[in-house]
């Protein structure tokens, strides 16, 4: 048995914060507000496997504003999520994810980035940028949003 889910997630900019993003920091950037690193690649990725295993979300997963969680590494949500799934009998197949944005400048980062979150997945992840042509509030330059889709199989 296969399912697919999706997660999206968005976030302000913090120039005060440093920026992670897809598992990576972006030095000279602005970061991302949250109680957590922000990283909302990960927050998508996670929201996407819960989905597609009909687990949930992230704030049913991590307690997104307990004080274990503040600047907690991204990463880990994507691991604790991950075995949540096994837990229920499932692994990912593969994971694709589209950063909407003008900042940071993702292509020089790409292939980095994929394998980073491929390694911590155990299955494909791609990714991909886009801005909105200066509409909407990415497109003002005010923060990022993501969308994620997540491929599953019964393990």
Not at 62 to 82: H, K, N, P, R
Not at 104 to 124: H, I, M
Request: aromatic share 4%; glycine share 14%; hydrophobic share 45%.
């Amino acid at each position: 048995m296969i399912r697919v889910g999706t997660g999206v997630d968005v976030h302000a900019y913090d120039p005060e914060a440093p920026l992670w993003l897809a598992g990576l920091e972006w030095p000279g950037e602005p970061g991302l507000s949250g109680h957590s690193d922000g990283d909302a690649v990960c927050h998508a990725i996670v929201d996407a496997l819960l989905a597609a295993a009909g687990l949930g979300d992230i704030g049913g997963l991590v307690g997104i504003d307990e004080a274990g969680t503040a600047g907690a590494a991204s990463t880990g949500f994507v691991t604790q999520a991950l075995a949540r799934l096994a837990e229920h009998g499932w692994r990912p197949v593969n994971v694709s994810a589209q950063i909407v944005g003008n900042r940071p400048r993702f292509s020089a980062r790409r292939d980095e980035a994929q394998k980073l979150l491929t390694a911590l997945v155990g299955a494909p992840v791609s990714l991909s940028a886009t801005t909105t042509d200066r509409l909407g509030f990415t497109g003002r330059g005010e923060g990022v949003a993501v969308i994620a889709t997540a491929l599953i199989e019964a393990a």
